[in-house]
């Protein structure tokens, strides 16, 4: 296992590199490229300096968090081939500068959606939070104009400027499409990019819908244990897996987390977790909470042991965080809670792996 922070380059975040080395534990970063537009190469050059600049902070940039997929690819239209032609190239050149993971979802139109990113919790912080009711009243781009004006000055993962005009339009189309049409996508995606996964050694991991459930018509489909069998079924490459995120999964209370954990985890199609809490209001309302057990409603302990008994090799970065201590940074990526997040799930590991020898 090891454990790693998600990190924006470009002076595009608050934490830096250093800052990262010296927190104990942590080994790298998950990295992106949100300047690139959507649907274009990754050029070697680009991702060559990328990883130098890590390399010299003392830390590996083995996980690129998110290679996005272009809209084509996910409606299925005719320009899907170049853009898929497209995305193994950026394989080929991130397989050359030691990348062993990509994490990216195929999530339509909203990556993920909420309805508060600072929302005051009792003991002072901030976290992000999700209104079911307050979101679905606001229509597509009042959400977008809330998320993005609130964002501190920083980007957003999955509401890049580029995309912000054409979401209404987006969303329209995707309402005509049945989704089993949306599968289908996904097997084409997958059953093109798999071969160059295998050939070059690249585990694959796609997010679960956060959250797990429909919102303004749009498909949604990774989002309990029986639609991510379903998932891996699409193809059965061992590099064709999932980044188990607790806290996207663990929105939908009927979803057993170590359950999940162990049953996929098992099956080796797991390379990356991300790893949070979450506090539930009601079926559907919930605020980001601190990582510990008690502050919300997963158990960490059971889901870090079910990682640990299930042999887990892969990589984990403690996910959201609160902004505490008068941070300010992009929401939910703060330095402080994040690092306390990480020594506790680090140190969890070290306690159940000293009880099982």
């Known amino acids: 296992m090891k454990m790693i922070l998600r990190w924006f380059p470009n002076g595009d975040d608050s934490v830096t590199l250093q800052q990262i080395k010296q927190t104990p534990g942590i080994s790298g970063v998950a990295a992106c490229m949100p300047q690139i537009p959507v649907g274009d190469v990754w050029k070697l050059e680009d991702v060559r300096a990328l990883k130098d600049e890590i390399h010299a902070a003392g830390l590996e940039m083995e996980v690129i968090e998110s290679v996005n997929i272009h809209e084509d690819i996910k409606k299925g239209l005719a320009g899907r081939d170049q ?10 050149n991130l397989h050359k500068v030691g990348v062993k993971c990509i994490c990216y979802n195929f999530m339509p139109v909203l990556d993920w959606a909420r309805s508060h990113l600072a929302y005051p919790l009792q003991d002072g912080s901030t976290a992000m939070a999700y209104r079911h009711d307050e979101v679905m009243k606001m229509n597509p781009t009042r959400l977008a104009e809330s998320m993005v004006g609130n964002s501190s000055g920083y980007s957003l993962p999955g509401w890049e400027t580029e995309r912000l005009g054409v979401m209404a339009a987006d969303i329209e189309f995707y309402q005509s499409m049945s989704e089993e049409t949306y599968w289908d996508n996904m097997k084409y995606f997958l059953d093109a990019i798999m071969p160059y996964a295998e050939q070059y050694n690249m585990r694959f991991g796609i997010h679960p819908d956060d959250p797990p459930w429909p919102i303004y018509g749009l498909p949604r489909v990774i989002t309990n244990a029986d639609n991510i069998r379903k998932f891996l079924d699409l193809n059965k490459s061992k590099n064709n897996g999932l980044t188990l995120c607790t806290g996207s999964l663990g929105a939908n209370l009927a979803n057993d987390i170590p ?13 990356f977790v991300h790893l949070r809490n979450i506090k539930h209001l009601n079926e559907k309302d919930f605020n980001e909470s601190a990582h510990l057990s008690s502050e919300g409603d997963l158990n960490m302990f059971d889901v870090v042991k079910a990682l640990y008994d299930a042999d887990f090799d892969g990589y984990i970065r403690p996910d959201h965080g609160r902004m505490i201590w008068g941070e300010q940074a992009r929401p939910g990526y703060g330095l402080y809670d994040r690092a306390l997040g990480a020594n506790y799930l680090v140190g969890l590991w070290e306690a159940i792996d000293r009880m099982s020898k």
Request: charged content about 25%.
């Open 259 to 271: 359950a999940i954990v162990k049953e996929f985890v098992g099956m080796g199609r797991v390379p």
């Open 83 to 92: 853009y898929i032609e497209n995305y193994i190239k950026t394989i080929k």
